[in-house]
């Protein structure tokens, strides 16, 4: 569930309390963790890290040694976690990655219960591989003008486009429903129908709902800690997300829980559905079925 305000999280402390370490040594608890890159795990024994960036919802480690920069790039994906130290003895179990660290923090590990965690170990031209293959426009880095054409460009339905990271990379399912409801847009929209006025509200709101996210530390829904084992805020400003069956924060209307590739909450009243998703009951231009509305137990 880490999405892009919780890998700026892990980003900004490893910024804050790793930079400087140099790495002593690694341990790789299974190979297949590491999907590209692993024969070069020897080169890193002696790197200085020198700082940590984002890309989309992973975290990158920028290790230097003998004029050379490579890269550590942890893929937090559903479940994945980076640890100065265990919170407790119930994570050991599936920390993939330690790095014994000199300086204040001693190690840096891994964690993600799911096998498909993914760690990748590139130089320059890989991680610039990496990036162009995997990544699209960052929500905080596109320009207005950019991200314009973008929308205006897709005929896909809004949630799905925010949520595709080789479009826009790090928004998920839990501030796509955010940035939606406090744009007062229906997830099943079409993109390129907006009106640029409409497109204009969403880009400011994607931004500031992001934007406030990170000041708070991420959202800790279900198990994510920063790597200091701290819990993010921001789930206690979420005003839709989990909260079918409560009121609209501003209208009273009653949140529902749609069902589509991923659950969306809105409430209909802010977040009426498009005309032709009024009328027919269905996807306008070829695109998958609308949301199906479930009512709620
Ligand atoms: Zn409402």
């Given at each position: 569930?880490?999405?892009?305000?919780?890998?700026?999280?892990?980003?900004?402390?490893?910024?804050?309390?790793?930079?400087?370490?140099?790495?002593?040594?690694?341990?790789?608890?299974?190979?297949?963790?590491?999907?590209?890159?692993?024969?070069?795990?020897?080169?890193?024994?002696?790197?200085?890290?020198?700082?940590?960036?984002?890309?989309?919802?992973?975290?990158?480690?920028?290790?230097?040694?003998?004029?050379?920069?490579?890269?550590?790039?942890?893929?937090?994906?559903?479940?994945?976690?980076?640890?100065?130290?265990?919170?407790?003895?119930?994570?050991?179990?599936?920390?993939?990655?330690?790095?014994?660290?000199?300086?204040?923090?001693?190690?840096?590990?891994?964690?993600?219960?799911?096998?498909?965690?993914?760690?990748?170990?590139?130089?320059?031209?890989?991680?610039?591989?990496?990036?162009?293959?995997?990544?699209?426009?960052?929500?905080?880095?596109?320009?207005?003008?950019?991200?314009?054409?973008?929308?205006?460009?897709?005929?896909?339905?809004?949630?799905?486009?925010?949520?595709?990271?080789?479009?826009?990379?790090?928004?998920?399912?839990?501030?796509?429903?955010?940035?939606?409801?406090?744009?007062?847009?229906?997830?099943?929209?079409?993109?390129?129908?907006?009106?640029?006025?409409?497109?204009?509200?969403?880009?400011?709101?994607?931004?500031?709902?992001?934007?406030?996210?990170?000041?708070?530390?991420?959202?800790?829904?279900?198990?994510?800690?920063?790597?200091?084992?701290?819990?993010?805020?921001?789930?206690?400003?979420?005003?839709v997300y989990n909260k079918a069956g409560?009121?609209?924060?501003?209208?009273?209307?009653?949140?529902?829980?749609?069902?589509?590739?991923?659950?969306?909450?809105?409430?209909?009243?802010?977040?009426?559905?498009?005309?032709?998703?009024?009328?027919?009951?269905?996807?306008?231009?070829?695109?998958?079925?609308?949301?199906?509305?479930?009512?709620?137990?």
């Amino acid at each position: 569930m880490p999405e892009l305000p919780e890998a700026e999280t892990v980003a900004h402390q490893l910024r804050e309390k790793v930079r400087g370490a140099v790495i002593l040594n690694s341990w790789i608890g299974r190979d297949d963790i590491v999907r590209e890159g692993l024969s070069s795990l020897a080169w890193y024994r002696g790197a200085r890290l020198v700082t940590a960036s984002r890309l989309g919802k992973s975290v990158v480690l920028h290790a230097e040694k003998d004029s050379e920069t490579r890269f550590l790039i942890f893929e937090l994906g559903m479940t994945g976690l980076l640890f100065f130290e265990a919170p407790d003895s119930t994570y050991l179990k599936h920390i993939h990655v330690a790095l014994t660290l000199s300086g204040s923090v001693p190690s840096l590990y891994y964690w993600n219960p799911r096998r498909f965690g993914r760690v990748y170990l590139l130089d320059q031209t890989g991680l610039e591989r990496f990036a162009a293959r995997r990544f699209g426009h960052d929500p905080l880095e596109v320009t207005w003008t950019e991200f314009r054409d973008l929308v205006g460009s897709r005929r896909g339905r809004l949630k799905a486009l925010l949520m595709h990271q080789q479009v826009i990379a790090g928004i998920g399912n839990i501030y796509a429903n955010e940035i939606l409801y406090r744009s007062r847009l229906h997830p099943d929209r079409i993109a390129g129908k907006l009106p640029t006025r409409t497109v204009r509200r969403l880009f400011d709101t994607m931004r500031a709902v992001l934007n406030e996210a990170i000041i708070d530390g991420g959202s800790s829904v279900r198990d994510f800690l920063a790597p200091d084992g701290t819990r993010g805020e921001y789930r206690k400003r979420h005003l839709v997300y989990n909260k079918a069956g409560l009121p609209c924060p501003v209208c009273g209307h009653t949140i529902r829980r749609l069902m589509a590739e991923r659950s969306s909450f809105v409430c209909l009243s802010c977040q009426p559905p498009g005309k032709r998703l009024r009328r027919s009951g269905a996807g306008a231009n070829g695109e998958k079925t609308p949301s199906r509305e479930k009512n709620l137990p």
